[in-house]
């Protein structure tokens, strides 16, 4: 029997966009012969669809649409849409809807089956709109004599094998229970986020299930960027000796078919994963800023070019997400900015092929402080005067996004995000962060890469990558001179805020006590300037976005 895997690019909410997606998929499909189409979570509303869903009138569409779906669908197709189902018991109390797929057959919903495991944690709120069900059900194919036996599990349902996890969150495995059904083949419809090296633990557990109870395992994901979620597909499927037989592309959409028979799944193509950390998380970066873009209905995209290395890598990210003539990279220098800054912007925009544009800032800077000379007389000079450079030039770069319609992206990473060392309302303007969740140390890791990656070619000019990092917002600044080393501060910082270490942990790993106690207070203090800052791409285990929910008028001395 034929199996097709639709890993999907759907927009969240575009639901006659969406349908179409699968229409094509269900088409191609039938073309080839296949009996059965699956895809992702949630693929007819996409996901996260987050607060739409206490909208009835959204519900209301997505039944209709769901149900002239399946009037279009090729008739002896049968095809697993992610779907939303109303909850019957809802009125005794419970959430009004189910996370669900549609088993949908010669234009009938044929079968429903809902989410056992409903993911509350770090950006997932599942809770807050699904019941959770409290069984695991299966459909069965009749394939010449043969019939099979499809269970069928979504996303989280996976995700707490007791076997694999040392620590089990839910007090039930849908794994467990449709291999006692004597499933021939479980299915698992997610839509499961990208975070750095993920789909090696993802493959792990599906390997260790897919042996534990010796049954095929076929898992379909949903691709593509969601606001600060990037999706990265590699759909995989395991036979029931734990063997990988089918990887599906990464951070593209992708069609796939397997063959079902009596001995398990057959092998379809095995796309390589990426060969280190920092191609995997280009390819990410890239499919976030390029599908956030897009789904915003933008096409280009302008950003300040300083000649310092956050801007650098940003630009190439956006150089590749939308096409380097999409791309328009502003100088604006100031009397502090240094002539190599200059130099090292326009080798970099000329290494990137895009457009750049220089303004002198230097007038608007002597019209602020004139202004204010009455207001400020007999104060000294200091950070007010040196923000309000950052601030002009987030001004400008806003009247570029809203003159010729090219969307602001702001380039802080996670480091100076973590620790406020960054503007409000001057460099944190823009509409998308897309370094926000990139450490500093990584951004050179990448830089770095991005110069080995096609040996020969320079894509980030060397002197960007080896001068001492500055904001030069005033003589001689360096980030050293406010802040921890990097290496040292990153680490901190990945210890507190994705560990959840305490400071007596961190300094046991032996950090000084004073610069522990110093980054955990920058880190708290900042809080309000994250929470007004633009979303930002997520691809470590926690980022400054959905998932975290810090108050910002809180005192933390009793924590230590
Ligand atoms: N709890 C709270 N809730 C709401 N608002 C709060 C607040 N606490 C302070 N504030 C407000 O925030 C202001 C302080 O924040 P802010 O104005 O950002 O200014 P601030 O954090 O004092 O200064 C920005 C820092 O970022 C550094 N930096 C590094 C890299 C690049 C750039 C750049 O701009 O290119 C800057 C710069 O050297 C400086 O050290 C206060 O004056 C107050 O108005
Ligand atoms: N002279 C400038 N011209 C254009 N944009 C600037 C200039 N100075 C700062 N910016 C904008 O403000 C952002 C923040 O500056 P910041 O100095 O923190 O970063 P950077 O220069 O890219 O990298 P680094 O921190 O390594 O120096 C820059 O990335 C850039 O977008
Ligand atoms: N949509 C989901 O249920 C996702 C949860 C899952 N643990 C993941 O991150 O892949």
Redesign the pocket.
């Known amino acids: 029997m034929k199996i097709a895997i639709a890993q999907l690019n759907p927009t969240i909410g575009d639901l006659t966009g969406n349908a179409q997606q699968i229409l094509d998929a269900a088409q191609k499909a039938d073309a080839q012969g296949a009996s059965v189409l699956l895809t992702p979570e949630l693929a007819l509303c996409g996901y996260p669809p987050r607060d739409l869903l206490l909208n009835p009138g959204f519900v209301n569409a997505m039944e209709e649409q769901l149900t002239e779906l399946a009037q279009q669908l090729p008739s002896q197709l049968q095809v697993l849409v992610g779907t939303v189902q109303r909850n019957p018991h809802a009125h005794q109390g419970g959430k009004p809807l189910y996370n669900s797929i549609a088993y949908l057959v010669g234009g009938q919903v044929k079968q429903q089956f809902h989410k056992r495991l409903l993911p509350t944690y770090d950006v997932f709120d599942e809770h807050r709109y699904f019941e959770p069900h409290s069984q695991s059900h299966h459909f069965s194919v009749s394939e010449g004599n043969r019939t099979y036996r499809i269970g069928v599990t979504i996303c989280e349902d996976i995700w707490n094998d007791d076997d694999f996890w040392s620590q089990r969150h839910y007090p039930c495995n849908p794994l467990a229970d449709l291999a006692d059904a004597q499933v021939d083949l479980i299915v698992n419809l997610s839509a499961s986020p990208y975070t750095v090296e993920k789909q090696q633990l993802r493959e792990s557990m599906l390997s260790h299930a897919a042996r534990r109870y010796q049954v095929p395992i076929l898992y379909v994901n949903q691709v593509g960027g969601n606001d600060d979620l990037i999706f990265d597909g590699r759909s995989v499927a395991f036979n029931g000796d734990g063997s990988l037989v089918y990887r599906g592309r990464g951070c593209e959409t992708d069609f796939a078919q397997l063959q079902l028979t009596a001995t398990g799944l057959s092998q379809g193509e095995v796309v390589p994963l990426p060969d280190c950390r920092e191609a995997e998380i280009w390819a990410a970066l890239r499919l976030g800023v390029r599908d956030y873009v897009r789904k915003c209905g933008f096409s280009k995209i302008v950003l300040g070019l300083s000649g310092g290395i956050d801007s650098a890598l940003v630009a190439a990210i956006a150089a590749e997400a939308v096409g380097a003539e999409n791309v328009l990279g502003v100088l604006m220098s100031s009397p502090y900015t240094s002539e190599g800054s200059v130099t090292d912007a326009i080798a970099l925009a000329k290494n990137l092929g895009i457009q750049t544009h220089h303004l002198y800032i230097e007038g608007a800077m002597t019209s602020f402080d004139k202004t204010l000379a009455d207001l400020f007389a007999g104060t000294e000079a200091g ?1 007010a005067e ?2 309000l450079q ?1 601030r002009i030039r987030g001004t400008l770069l806003m009247a570029i996004s809203n003159k010729l319609g090219y969307l602001l992206i702001s380039t802080g990473n996670k480091s ?1 995000m973590a620790v ?5 309302y ?2 944190m303007d823009g509409g998308l962060a897309a370094i926000a969740d990139v450490p500093k140390t990584q951004v050179y890791a990448l830089c770095r890469w991005l110069n080995r990656r096609q040996s020969g070619v320079e894509v980030i000019p060397e002197t960007i990558i080896n001068k001492p990092p500055s ?1 030069e ?1 005033k003589p001689n600044q360096t980030d050293q001179d ?1 802040l921890p080393p990097y290496d040292e501060l990153d680490d901190i910082l990945h210890r507190f805020v994705e560990q959840h270490q305490s400071a007596a942990e961190i300094v046991a790993a032996g950090y000084a006590r004073e610069t522990v106690d110093r980054v955990i207070k920058l880190v708290s203090r900042a809080e ?2 994250r929470r007004q800052a633009a979303p930002g791409l997520k691809i470590t285990d926690r980022a400054f976005g959905t998932g975290w929910r810090m108050p ?2 809180c005192r933390r001395g009793d924590i230590h």
């Open positions: 950070v040196e923000n950052s100076e406020g060392y960054c503007t409000l001057g460099d904001a917002l406010s309000f300037k910002i008028a």
